[in-house]
């Protein structure tokens, strides 16, 4: 319904504006012709556009934040208007904070407020924003800091067999030395000493 409402009110105004563009040309000589004339039948055809993009695309306010739109508001900017609610539905963010910026700071000069802001939003340059996400920081990827319990390592040691490995810290020889003896033992067929680091305090968990 409302994009009906928006295509006929987007054609009458579009009518409204030619009419009166006629009559100007029929009644007016040219030098006659002032530029409020023509203004007032530009904001018809500006008018006749957004209802016409409206009817296409409603326009939403939804994913404007309610601090903003309180904002526009504050410095009159009308919400509902319909050439308003188009503009602001389509350009950034940054684009809708900086030209509301740009009127709070110039208040008292800027009278038609309205009007400033549908010409000045579209030349205001796209800003990145912060991020809305919450900030994460290293220690929130961090590992549980408490050490696992005594008697867990201790299950943990009996199910994989652990306690079997036996502890050389004092073993000499080089890489290859040890090397040379494994494959010695396994031409033998001589059981081969499975070797390890590992030291109770040392498990990992």
């Known amino acids: 319904m409302m994009k009906e409402d928006s295509l006929f009110t987007a054609i009458n105004l579009s009518q409204t504006a030619t009419d009166q563009l006629q009559s100007l040309v029929k009644s007016l000589p040219p030098e006659k012709i002032t530029p409020q004339l023509i ?40 919400l ?7 503009a602001m539905s ?16 110039r208040a008292e000069v800027i009278k038609r407020r309205r009007e400033y802001f ?3 939003l579209p030349d205001i340059a796209v800003e990145k924003l912060g991020s809305r996400l919450p900030v994460m920081t290293a220690r929130d990827f961090s590992g549980p800091s408490e050490q696992t319990p005594k008697e867990v390592r201790d299950a943990l040691r009996a199910k994989y067999n652990l306690n ?11 890489l290859f030395e040890k090397i ?26």
């Open 180 to 205: 040379k003896q494994a494959k010695q033992a396994l031409e033998g067929n001589e059981p081969v000493e499975v070797l390890s680091e590992w030291e109770d305090d040392d498990l990992p968990f």
């Open 39 to 78: 203004a007032e039948i530009e904001t018809l055809l500006n008018q006749a556009l957004a209802n016409l993009k409206a009817a296409i695309n409603p326009p939403s306010l939804d994913g404007i934040p309610p601090d903003v739109l309180s904002d526009a508001e504050r410095l009159g900017i009308p």
């Open 164 to 174: 079997s490995l036996k502890h050389k810290r004092g073993a000499s020889g080089s």
């Open 90 to 105: 389509s350009h950034h963010l940054s684009q809708i904070i900086g030209v509301l910026t740009e009127i709070d700071n």
């Open 80 to 86: 509902d208007d319909i050439e308003v609610r188009v």
């Open 118 to 120: 549908l010409v000045r």
